[in-house]
Nanobody, 122 residues
Framework: QEHLVESGGGLVQAGGSLRLSCSASGRGFSNNIIGWFRQAPGKEREFVATISRSGVATNYADAVKGRFTISRDIAKSTVYLQMNSLKPEDTAVYHC???????????????WGQGTQVTVSS
C-alpha cells in the first residue's frame, strides 16, 4: 500500500499561486491513478483533480478548471497540483489519494495522505 505525503500548502493572498506536491514511498506509485480532493471546515470532501497512470489523461472539477493543473513526475514519484489565480473559496485542507479507478468520487480512492492546509486571504 502506498503511503502518500502532501506538502506545499500555506497562506497566500487572493490571485496568488501555490504548488502542492504528493509524494509516495511505495514502488508502485507510477502505476497509480492519483487524485486531489479538498475539504473546507463544515463541508464535505470534494473532488479537485485526477491524473491517469501515464499522466496523459487529466480531469478537473468545474470550480478549478482553467486555474489548476495536475501533473506527475514518474521518476520522482510525485504528483503536483499547480494552483493559480487562487480565491478565498479555495481555502481547504488538500488531500491526495490513490485511485482504484479513474473517477471523481472519493469512495473510489484510498491510501489518503494527511493533507496540507491552503488558506487564501481576500
Amino acid at each position: 500500500q502506498e503511503h502518500l505525503v502532501e506538502s506545499g500548502g500555506g497562506l497566500v493572498q487572493a490571485g496568488g499561486s501555490l504548488r502542492l506536491s504528493c509524494s509516495a514511498s511505495g514502488r508502485g506509485f507510477s502505476n497509480n491513478i492519483i487524485g486531489w480532493f479538498r475539504q473546507a471546515p463544515g463541508k464535505e470532501r470534494e473532488f479537485v483533480a485526477t491524473i491517469s497512470r501515464s499522466g496523459v489523461a487529466t480531469n478537473y472539477a468545474d470550480a478549478v478548471k482553467g486555474r489548476f493543473t495536475i501533473s506527475r513526475d514518474i521518476a520522482k514519484s510525485t504528483v503536483y497540483l499547480q494552483m493559480n489565480s487562487l480565491k478565498p473559496e479555495d481555502t481547504a485542507v488538500y488531500h491526495c489519494a490513490v485511485g482504484l479507478r479513474y473517477s471523481t468520487f472519493a469512495d473510489d480512492y484510498d491510501s489518503w495522505g494527511q493533507g496540507t492546509q491552503v488558506t487564501v486571504s481576500s
